[in-house]
């Protein structure tokens, strides 16, 4: 029996490190990091609408050639601000080998944690240019009306925006794995 | 490359679930659609490599004690299979003696003290042991229902060798009398599973004329017994 989950509550800043946001600081482990550079934006709201300013979100993603056992570390931290808000700054993961044989669209792991969530929640963060969206094996298991709350969209190049809506009309798809 | 061991599923009844009505700040942040059941791929199987420092004391901050009952708290993170988790980084946050957070948002009228932060930061060694030296925290209030206070608790954050295993938990004191009325404690319906999150008074943790010890073992979501389940091949 694995121990049983706990809401991360309202004052998990204790643990939150504002530069971690920032996956290519120069004193962290992808300083000089080789890759397209990318910012990964959003709002987080609740099932009234409003914005959740108490949110941590954990990103984890590939490294450009899809791998995670090269020397990129594409792990990210980020609170939401007053505007519930989140940013990340890295560089844009490749195609990641899927179950048998087969290819993941790029994307990147998206975590949720905050008070009134007793167990975090888990999406995915893909890109809207990606001809592999359409042969991804994840997103076909999503019904196609609901692939969009998982697709990212450019605001200006290289910026990309997802917002995370918790709970009610279009309810971010979140994941069972 | 072989496709990873997907991580077994939970006991029906042993982690709280998102939608718990006596929790009020659940009403409005629990989804109301059901997860996608998702195969799992390397994405979900790695995890994040930590370079950083240890922190394994709060009970003193530049030379000066904390206020408060200093204790040690010590245990193993194993997964479900019995492995331990090696080199696992483990985050723990909490209030201070008096049972407020070093934090802006928080306005208990209670006092802060300059000597406690209330952050540690430890890895596991290569039997999955942790230690951390810190105050025993305060009870707090809350404003979920009329006279709500949170049992004493201290924040745990784990990572394992894949997302997938990540775990942000509350370790909990024996004997608290708040337990029984806690919402967060009690969404959990399993009684077994809810004792887990209780750690235990223990003498071999206890340091001879320094501090009590309390010990918490954590345990990660371990290899499924049927690798080959629900076709995900």
Known sequence: MSTAHQTAGPFWHLIDFPEWADLLRADGPNAGAQGERITLQGT????????????????????????????????????TDAEGRFRFTTIKPGPVPGRGNTLQAPHVQIAIFARGLLQHLTTRLYFADEPLNESDPLLSLVPSERRCTMIATPVIPGTWQLDIRLQGGAETVFLDI | MSDPIPYARAIPGTQPPLDSPSYGSTHK???????????????????????????????????????????????????????????????????????????ARDQHDAPLDPHFQGQARVFTDDEGWYRFTTIRPGAYPWRNHHNAWRPTHIHFSLFGQGFAQRLITQMYFPGDPLLPLDPIFLATADEEARNRLVAKFDLDVTQPEFALGYRFDITLRGPSATPFEEGHA
Do not use: K
């Not at chain 1, 009234?48 to 792990?75: C, K, N, S």
């Not at chain 2, 790695?46 to 950083?52: E, N, Y």
């Open chain 2, 29 to 103: 942040r629990a989804p109301r659609q059901e997860p996608i059941r998702a195969p799992l791929t390397l994405t979900e199987a790695t995890s994040p490599r930590f370079a950083l420092p240890s922190h394994a004391d709060m009970s003193v901050v530049e030379g000066h004690a904390a206020m408060g009952e200093r204790i040690i708290v010590a245990g193993r993170v194993l997964d479900e299979g019995g492995s331990p988790l090696r080199g696992s980084m483990v985050e723990v946050w909490q209030a201070n003696a008096a049972g407020r957070y070093h934090h």
């Open chain 1, 44 to 79: 987080v709201t609740d099932g009234d609408g409003a914005l959740v300013t108490d949110a941590m979100i954990e990103i984890w993603h590939a490294d450009p050639e899809g791998r995670y056992d090269g020397a990129f570390q594409g792990f990210g931290r980020c609170g």
